[in-house]
């Protein structure tokens, strides 16, 4: 019907005579007035046509051709049913199947042609389509400049590979680079993922694209929102810049930049990273990242920061570099470690650790701290060679001080009740110390008090085994089950020597003050350290030991 209509309109246009012609006497007259400028013009050809109808008086320029219409400007051919050939002009109009071949690397398809030869500009209406050796571009209107090797639509388009599909209400594509750029309401559709975006640049060649406005990526539980960076649609590998966020599951990573890839679900992040789970309600910080997303494992370094804000209170941890890993994943065992090594700092309000290195397991809810460990509770400091502390909620429930364990408690200006041994168990009931029993060569130094909160005197005792409880924060009562052999001094009489057990240390310039103070390191004075025993230790933090860990 189309191609009926358009020769109807052009056998009416008007009265023409009917001319037998070989087409190619159809050229542009060498003396034509348009011809008098300096530049040189490339004309437009025509080669074939089965009629053609010309009418002088009534328009001398134009010619009315009907039937296998052929024209050739450059290395391009244009085909169609009919035209109107404008040869002073050096233009033409072509109806019904257009057709535009270039060699056997562009070919440009619709059902209304408007050319100009001197700009080089074609301009394609209805049913077009755009192909190179790369894609296929469909459209309703196609503007392509020749000269720029540029096709653009402005009224919603679809670009094809053999791998996406790319739709968009604007875009360009130069048939040389394969540069495409897309704007408004743009949609990458491929088999392995979708984005969408308000602006985007994409390689039909390369199957790169330019991230350069609000973007985002979905990919099964992968999900990607960027303004900057790149993306390879083959490899599915990102590069991500300005505060890019990738999320895998519950877990969101913002940083500065970011590698993802999606196929060995292996990111790197760098510069003020931020990982928040917001399922365990927990989040990592730090300078570089390197997350497995498959085992669910992280590890963080420089200024790493671990917080836990599942309670109301949040807990602040600083370490060198901590490892956050999933073991087991593939069992019903599948269990969880947090690993913080190298001058591991911790704040919460109600409690606040020192130590070189620890490791949380979720199977017993339970972190243990290496190598000169210390953890204050309110007006408690709790020393040892190795602490364990089981949670409960992410409070304290039970703690366990294991090998040169000291507890101490300020009790005024220069006293303090201490207790050393063997090793020592804490029980903690409504987030507050409530029990204690302490096992192996007990020393005590204790200050009793009255009613009235007063100190009565100083108690030492040397037992091999204690029980004791709290009350309101400070040490109430203490039984001693063994035989025991003690002194008490009233406060007047207190001897200097006695008043402070071998090992005490009140260590209240290590303490964090809040969760700020956790990044500035200060470790034990010189020889306030505990004695040097060989003990058991956590590997060291390498990353190449967290790869291989986490393969």
Not at 79 to 106: I, P
Not at 235 to 246: E, F, H, K
Not at 402 to 410: P, R
């Amino acid at each position: 019907m189309a191609k009926l209509k358009y020769l109807i309109l052009l056998i009416l246009a008007l009265p023409m005579v009917t001319v037998g012609l070989d087409a190619r006497v159809l050229q542009p007259s060498q003396s034509s007035s348009a011809d008098t400028t300096k530049v040189r013009r490339n004309y437009v050809h025509l080669l074939h046509a089965d009629v053609t109808k010309y009418n002088k008086q009534i328009n001398p320029d134009v010619w009315v051709l009907i039937g296998d219409v052929t024209f050739r400007h450059d290395s391009m051919y244009m085909y169609c049913d009919s035209a109107y050939f404008y040869n002073r002009k050096n233009a033409l109009k072509a109806f019904g199947n257009v057709r535009m071949e270039q060699g056997d690397t562009l070919f440009l398809y619709g059902d209304y042609l408007d050319y100009d030869g001197d700009a080089n500009l074609a301009r394609v209406r209805n049913n077009v389509r755009l192909e190179d050796k790369t894609s296929i571009l469909e459209t309703d209107s196609l503007d392509y400049n020749r000269t720029l090797n540029l096709g653009y639509y402005f009224d919603g388009g679809a670009l094809y590979d053999d791998e996406s599909t790319l739709e968009s209400e604007w875009g360009e594509y130069n048939t040389v680079t394969k540069e495409a750029v897309f704007r408004y309401n743009v949609d990458l559709q491929n088999p392995q993922f979708i984005m969408s975006s308000d602006t985007l640049h994409y390689n039909t060649g390369t199957k790169m694209a330019k991230i350069v406005g609000p973007t985002r990526v979905l990919s099964g539980q992968s999900k990607i929102y960027s303004e900057l960076g790149y993306y390879d649609t083959r490899l599915r590998q990102a590069t991500l810049l300005d505060r890019s966020v990738v999320t895998n599951g519950n877990r969101d990573i913002t940083a500065d930049s970011l590698l993802n890839d999606e196929i060995t679900g292996i990111s790197e992040a760098f510069g003020n990273i931020v990982m928040n789970d917001t399922v365990n309600k927990n989040l990592l910080a730090g300078e570089y990242g390197y997350f497995n997303n498959f085992k669910d494992s992280v590890y963080i370094t420089g200024t790493a920061l671990a917080v836990d804000y599942s309670q109301g209170d949040s807990l602040y941890l600083h370490a060198d570099t901590i490892w956050m890993v999933t073991l087991d994943a593939k069992s019903d065992s599948m269990y969880r470690q947090m690993r913080a090594y190298n001058k591991v700092r911790a704040y919460r309000t109600d409690i606040q650790a020192v130590c070189d290195s620890l490791i949380f397991d979720s199977r017993d809810s339970c972190m243990t701290m290496y190598d000169n460990p210390i953890l204050w509770h309110n007006g408690q400091q709790l020393v040892g060679e190795e602490i364990k502390m089981y949670m409960d909620s992410s409070f304290i429930d039970y703690v366990h001080v294991i090998n040169q364990s000291l507890y101490a408690e300020k009790m005024g200006e220069d006293e303090y009740n201490q207790i050393n041994g063997k090793e020592m168990k804490f029980i903690f009931r409504d987030k507050k110390l409530s029990e204690m029993q302490v096992i192996g060569g007990v020393n005590i130094v204790y200050f009793p008090l009255d009613d009235d909160s007063t100190m009565l005197g100083m108690n030492t005792t040397v037992a091999g085994k204690l029980v004791g409880t709290m009350k309101d924060g400070k040490m109430h009562k203490l039984v001693i089950p063994t035989k025991s052999n003690g002194v008490f001094y009233p406060m007047s009489q207190i001897p200097a020597k006695d008043r402070y057990l071998e090992n005490f240390v009140w260590f209240d310039y290590i303490r964090p003050v809040d969760k700020d103070d956790i990044f500035h390191w200060r470790g034990k004075h010189k020889g306030q350290e505990l004695k040097k025993i060989k003990r058991s230790s956590i590997p060291l933090p390498t990353l190449d030991r967290f790869k291989k860990d986490n393969k």
